[in-house]
């Protein structure tokens, strides 16, 4: 896992809306952002002399006298990348934020030399080897060129490479977002401003994939064809040079580009050097702190995490059985890395919410019968029936076709699909997704239901739609016909309830309030249940029933559902065995789906339209789970989900601890000088044009 303890990326990837605001630097002053503000060397420390690391000093002054310091361009690259955020959304004073930033490159510098004379201090490196590489550097050279030369010496090429296209990917996010502004206005290409919710995980790319044929695009070079760099719709060349002209600019006026550079290969400037620089330091620091999750790991053994296991169940036993509000509290927040183990009492759950809303003519003609006091509450619902009778639901994912990103992909013969719809969503997660390809896999989300309508597409007019309307028999029909056909009859379907004949009657809602009470479950259109033997232990492993039915319920709720604060949360709503502040049509129905087991579904109307309501999880009394020392490496089982939260949690700990210790034991006169003087202009400059 990589572990980013100092802040260290000075790439300028809001370049321009920083800029916008304020500009640290207003002439040119290339001396002046040569000023060394800040010096580092640990081997200066008090008992570095009798230390391990004792025969390494020698080296360390060397290197802290080319590049163990942080000179004042450092400085203002950092705060055009996350000091002015400081400033103006937090409320930040400059003078404070300055501080912080220089605590910070500090702090780096510190751990990169640490870094240094630790592995020096191994059998898999050497002074020898260093000053080999070092060497091959010439005579001239930048401080920025000699920390990547020697820093490259301790870091596998991966790594190096690594780097790399990480910075190479964030110049270009910021080109990117420069270029829409030309693009636009010259092309008058328009796309949607408000895309619908994206499934959590969209364009991530796994932990370590990088690619060596990733190009920084100017619009002078051509983008290699087998670079996964993609050029925006709407871009040309001609576009892209007025970004990058535009980057340069800023680059030049805050003093981060000299006169005469050749900005023809941007890997040529000198920025590239202090920002490739800035991600080498932050790689040896992720190799330092991977050593400390070796160390923390090594401790993970079968008796201790059993161990950890029973002392968690334990004290949650006692605590929930004390106190089932603080069960109910506990629920409401968990995780892969929080979990509830055990349930004091059976009647709380979770339950995923399909709203299938009224259109603005329904809502109003309900508004009319709310505010008519003579309506008696069975006429009132009645009528509401009626509404609902006629309510229709369509695919509400056309901005994933027409925003700036089109995440839509026509199926071929060979992609799963359901449905008789040319487009689905999300090719590079859902279909080529995976441990070992660019992109993560959806997690949750089957990813086969095809976009429901007419689609068309011209040059001229771009995308037109025309969705196909579903009543609610529609929508269930939909539901269980996508359930079988991902599942087949491993899940059969079964109808636990119908009112659906007399629903629409108005005999049916006479008496609807018994005693003053509503009653609530005769709102209930339909139920059922898709019969299953669920495991909490495996229910997030892919391979499991219960999975691949959550998982077209959630891609259900991303194509039809309007209450978007139900996407992307964990398992959906928090279902109470109590009385709730949801609407008792719905807290019946929810409660009724989590007492009948995952698995089960309810249809009842609210005043917003009709809720499809599905159990994703229900908890019993007892212990939830039970860990298997077996299954730690079992993708999506509970036991791998609980080992490796604790492995992060003991490794998080001993690395804060670890680089607390150091930087505590560094950060002193002895190694550390600041020159305060030197960029108190900084601070007024920026004080005076806020």
């Known amino acids: 896992m990589k572990h980013k303890i100092i802040s260290c990326i ?130 001239d050279y930048s401080n920025y060129e000699y920390t990547i030369a020697a820093l490259s010496y301790f870091l596998p090429v991966e790594d190096v490479e690594e780097a790399k296209y990480t910075l190479r990917k964030m110049i270009n996010v910021s080109l990117d977002n420069i270029e829409k ?33 990733y190009t920084i695009y100017t619009g002078r070079n051509a983008i290699p064809e087998n670079s996964t760099y993609e050029k925006q719709k709407g871009s040309t060349p001609t576009t892209r040079k007025k ?26 400037l000198g920025y590239w050097d202090v920002e490739f620089a800035s991600q080498l330091e932050q790689s040896m620091i992720e190799k330092l702190t991977d050593c400390y999750e070796d160390e923390a790991v090594s401790k993970m053994t079968k008796s201790y995490v059993l161990e950890r296991y029973t002392e968690i169940l334990k004290g949650q036993k006692e605590d929930y059985d004390a106190s089932p509000s603080a069960f109910e509290t506990a629920i409401g927040s968990v995780s892969d890395t929080s979990f509830v183990m055990y349930s004091p009492t059976q009647g709380f759950g979770f339950v995923y919410n399909i709203l299938l809303p009224f259109s603005t003519t329904q809502s109003n003609m309900l508004t009319v019968y709310e505010n008519n006091k003579g309506m008696s ?20 994912r056309e901005t994933w076709f027409t925003g700036a990103t089109d995440y839509s ?44 309508g007419k689609v068309t597409y011209t040059e001229e007019d771009g995308y037109k739609f025309t969705p196909n309307k579903l009543t609610i028999d529609g929508f269930i029909d939909e539901m269980i016909g996508y359930t079988e056909f991902a ?19 108005r005999e049916y809602y006479n008496n609807i309030q018994p005693n003053g009470v509503l009653d609530a ?38 194509a039809y559902n309007t209450d978007t604060a139900g996407l992307n949360t964990y398992l959906g709503y928090t279902v109470s065995a109590y009385d709730t502040s949801y609407v008792s049509e719905f807290e019946y129905a929810a409660k009724y789906a989590v007492s009948n087991g995952v698995g089960t579904y309810a249809v009842v109307p609210s005043t917003y339209g009709w809720h499809v309501i599905y159990c994703t999880f229900a908890y019993g009394s007892g212990e939830v789970y039970s860990f298997d020392w077996s299954e730690i490496e079992t993708e999506g089982s509970f036991s791998q989900k609980f080992y490796e939260a604790l492995k992060d949690s003991d490794s998080g700990s001993l690395t804060a601890m670890r680089e607390s210790e150091i930087v505590n034991k560094y950060s002193n006169d002895e190694c550390v000088a600041t020159y305060p003087s030197r960029y108190k202009d900084l601070i007024i400059l920026g004080e005076s044009q806020s």
């Open 521 to 558: 479950k005769r709102f209930i259109y339909k139920a059922g249940r898709f019969a299953m033997d669920f495991n909490a232990n495996t229910m997030f492993m892919e391979s499991s029933v219960s999975n691949q039915v959550m998982s077209v319920i959630n891609e259900l709720m991303f």
């Open 377 to 396: 509450k069975d006429e009132y619902y009645y009528k509401r029936a009626e509404l609902l009778r006629n309510l229709t639901a369509t695919d509400q």
């Open 243 to 268: 970004a990058y002209n535009y980057f340069l600019n800023n680059l030049k006026s805050n003093a981060l580009l000299s006169d005469g550079e050749d900005s023809r290969d941007f890997e040529d």
């Open 487 to 505: 599942v087949g009859t491993a899940a059969p379907h079964t109808l636990l309830l119908d009112n659906s004949a007399n629903y629409y009657t």
């Open 10 to 139: 000075l790439v300028l990837v809001f370049l321009c809306a920083a800029l916008s605001g304020c500009t640290p630097v207003t002439t040119n002053q290339e001396k002046n952002m040569e000023q060394v503000v800040a010096t580092v060397d640990i081997a200066d420390e008090k008992d570095f002399a009798t230390s391990e690391y004792a025969d390494y000093a020698a080296f360390l002054g060397e290197y802290s006298e080319k590049a163990g310091y942080v000179l004042k361009r450092d400085l203002v690259a950092y705060f055009l990348n996350e000091g002015y955020n400081y400033v103006q959304s937090y409320g930040y004073s400059y003078a404070e934020t300055y501080e912080l930033m220089m605590e910070s490159l500090v702090n780096r510098k510190i751990m990169v030399q640490y870094a240094m004379a630790y592995f020096l201090n191994t059998d898999a490196y050497s002074i020898e080897g260093l000053n080999a590489a070092i060497a091959n550097l010439g005579s």
């Open 181 to 213: 502004n030309y693009y636009i206005e010259k092309d008058e290409t328009e796309y949607a401003s408000d895309v619908r919710t994206l499934p959590t995980g969209v364009d991530t790319e796994n932990e370590d994939f990088y690619d060596v044929n």
């Open 409 to 452: 992909f026509k199926v071929s013969e060979d992609t799963l699909v359901y449905g008789n719809g040319e487009y689905l969503f999300f090719e590079d997660n859902v279909v080529n997704g995976g441990s070992t390809a660019r992109y993560e896999k959806l997690a949750n989300y089957k990813g086969a239901y095809a976009y429901n």
